[in-house]
Structures are given as structure tokens and as C-alpha cells.
């Protein structure tokens, strides 16, 4: 029977999504990012976090560009804004994701990466946009998630050279947040996967749908934004629960 390209997998509240093109290095192609596509536009009710890794040693290693070599104009535009759409629903879905990264982070894998909200660099890993050797350039994404985090100097400078940084210096740079032994990556994951699936979930959901959503923000406009977002999940059932938790010195328990 052929495998899938992407391993799903659920424990309670938690999914774990394993890109699983190993050959490839688990290199992104149509049916790959369709799977990931259809699986955070739709998850099953009961999942409050996901962790993301990919199989056989390699996060994702970019496109797979034995698809793209006669693609036309259109078809790579059409291609890149599905990208776009996918790589939004990742990050504005309303789910928390954790990336466990290892091996090949590179160019679209990068983008994938970034576009998760707590990113785990586990032993050896190799950030990277390669798309100047390549003849090509960036399209899912990266010019506004890599260079947000990294800043769009030293972007255009990784992308000219093809520069390379490693576990330490991606976590330097925020590319990562965590940076751990091989063996630790997906055991820290689960770790940080139930801290946030315990937190009330319309604070989950205010943290990621507002936090990077201000920062673009002129600031007066983005303190407004943040003062709508405390009232509405200040107001919630499980805020109050919260607070009383807090204050009887006992754990909360919410929805």
C-alpha cells in the first residue's frame, strides 16, 4: 500500500502531523501541501495543539522542484497563492503549533516553519533559502514571515549567499525558540503541547490571531486592537474561572 505523505496522528487533545517523504527529505509537493491543507482547514474538534515534524531525520527540505520545472507563468502564481493560503490557515487558524525541526529546514520548509507558533530545533539543522541557485525566488511566503523575524537585511543577504545557520544561531535569530539535543526535541514538544493545551482556549485563540496581527498595526490603532482583545477574553466564563483558581491557590479547569 502506498504511505501517505503525511502521517496523522491524535492522543486526546493533541495531533501530531508527521511529513513523511523521507527519499525526499520530505521535500513539499502538491499532494504534500494539499494534505496539510485539508487537515488544518478542517481539524477534528477535540485537537487543541498540534506538533509538526517530518520523518527519517529532515523537517522539509523546500519544494520539490522536479514539479516546477515547466510550470508557466500562472501556474506558479496560482501555486504560490495556494501556498499563501495555507501557510495563513497554519498561522491564523485558531490552533497552536508546535514545529519539532531536525536536519533540513529549508527554503519552503523554512516558510512552513514560520509560519507555526513554537519552533523546536532538535540536533543538528540547517536553516537556509537556497532560491538565488536555484534561478529562483521565494513564493510561499518567506519575504513576510522569515523576514519579519529576522529582518529583511539579513534575509536578502541569506538568500544571495545561500548562508546556512545552524541549531544556536537560528535560535539567536528567532528562527527557532528552542534549541535542544536530537533526542529531547519531540519530548520538549509534548511538554510545551500540554502547557497550551491547559490554557483557556479563547486565550490561545487571542494570542494567535492578535499578537502579529498589532504588530503591523500603527500604535494607537494596535493599543485599541489589544483593548477589544483583553475585554473579550476577560469576559469569558473561563477567565472568571481563572481568576478564582488564582485566587482559592488551586489549578483552573477550563472548557
Avoid at 529532515?58 to 507563468?73: K, Q, V, W
Avoid at 535542544?180 to 479563547?202: D, Q, T, Y
Wanted: aromatic content about 6%; hydrophobic content about 40%; some cysteine.
Amino acid at each position: 500500500m502506498t504511505q501517505p505523505v503525511l502521517d496523522i496522528h491524535i492522543e486526546e487533545e493533541i495531533a501530531y502531523l508527521t511529513i513523511n517523504r523521507p527519499d525526499k527529505r520530505n521535500a513539499m509537493n502538491d499532494a504534500l501541501l494539499t494534505a496539510i491543507g485539508e487537515f488544518f482547514f478542517a481539524p477534528p474538534e477535540q485537537v487543541k495543539v498540534v506538533i509538526l515534524s517530518g520523518k527519517g531525520g529532515h523537517y522539509c527540505s523546500g519544494l520539490d522542484l522536479s514539479e516546477h520545472i515547466s510550470r508557466t507563468a500562472e501556474g506558479n502564481l496560482h501555486h504560490s497563492r495556494k501556498w499563501h493560503g495555507i501557510m495563513d490557515q497554519i498561522q491564523f487558524g485558531g490552533l497552536p503549533v508546535i514545529s519539532v525541526m531536525q536536519g533540513a529546514v529549508i527554503g519552503g520548509g523554512l516558510e512552513l516553519a514560520t509560519s507555526t507558533h513554537v519552533r523546536i530545533a532538535a540536533g543538528e539543522v540547517q536553516f537556509q533559502l537556497p532560491e538565488g541557485r536555484r534561478g529562483i525566488f521565494v513564493g510561499g511566503g518567506a519575504t513576510v514571515r522569515v523576514g519579519k523575524i529576522i529582518g529583511p537585511d539579513r534575509m536578502t543577504e541569506m538568500m544571495l549567499t545561500g548562508r546556512i545557520y545552524d541549531a544556536p544561531q537560528g535560535q539567536q535569530l528567532g528562527l527557532a525558540h528552542y534549541a535542544v539535543e536530537e533526542a529531547e526535541g519531540m519530548e520538549l514538544a509534548m511538554k510545551l503541547a500540554g502547557k497550551i493545551a491547559r490554557n483557556a482556549p479563547m486565550s490561545n485563540y487571542m494570542m494567535i490571531q492578535a499578537v502579529s496581527r498589532i504588530q503591523n498595526m500603527p500604535f494607537q490603532e494596535g493599543l485599541f486592537t489589544e483593548s477589544l482583545a483583553a475585554a473579550l477574553s476577560q469576559t469569558t466564563p473561563d477567565a472568571e474561572e481563572g481568576l478564582r483558581a488564582f485566587l482559592e491557590k488551586r489549578a483552573p479547569k477550563f472548557r
